[in-house]
């Protein structure tokens, strides 16, 4: 079994970011769609999807994870959600948003300061979620078994 630390790390780090992107991303846009002009319709929806596509799976998984049960499972469910609803968002915040291209240099940071964070954290999860999909098959492997050898008997005469 995966140490407890590493296993309740990343079950922190995903209830941190998982409640994070469903209040900005999911609960944001549900309430306050039509509130942003700016923005382009399908990013605003591709955000939204993203917040809801990320949050449930994580979650899931990552308590798989924290109790080892069905761990495999459990960071396949982190790393894929991480990789798809993270692609999402990052495709719509560049491309969709235009949150890089402000007027200012200062405004461009600001609002890209949150993104690039989220976006940092979800690679993290990947690397995470991976290091322990790895120490499933290591834990079966390492059990120090160490089988008795029957060939070599002093009781012979």
């Not at 306050?32 to 605003?44: G, I, L, V, Y």
């Amino acid at each position: 079994m995966a140490d407890f630390g590493d296993r309740w790390r990343v079950f922190f780090i995903a209830v941190i970011l998982s409640v994070w992107l469903v209040i900005i991303d999911g609960l944001n846009f549900c309430f306050n769609f039509d509130e942003d002009q700016d923005s382009e319709d399908w990013a605003k929806i591709l955000v939204l999807i993203s917040g809801f596509i990320f949050a449930v799976p994580v979650l899931i998984g990552a308590f798989l994870l924290l109790i080892w049960v069905k761990p495999k499972v459990g960071a396949l469910m982190v790393i894929i959600s991480c990789i798809i609803a993270g692609g999402m968002r990052l495709l719509a915040t560049l491309i969709g948003f235009k949150d890089f291209w402000q007027e200012t240099y200062l405004d461009s940071t600001t609002s890209g300061t949150t993104d690039v964070a989220i976006a940092a954290l979800q690679v993290y999860l990947i690397f995470d979620s991976f290091y322990l999909y790895r120490q499933v098959g290591k834990v079966t492997a390492d059990n120090n078994y160490q089988p008795v050898d029957l060939t070599d008997r002093d009781d012979e005469v």
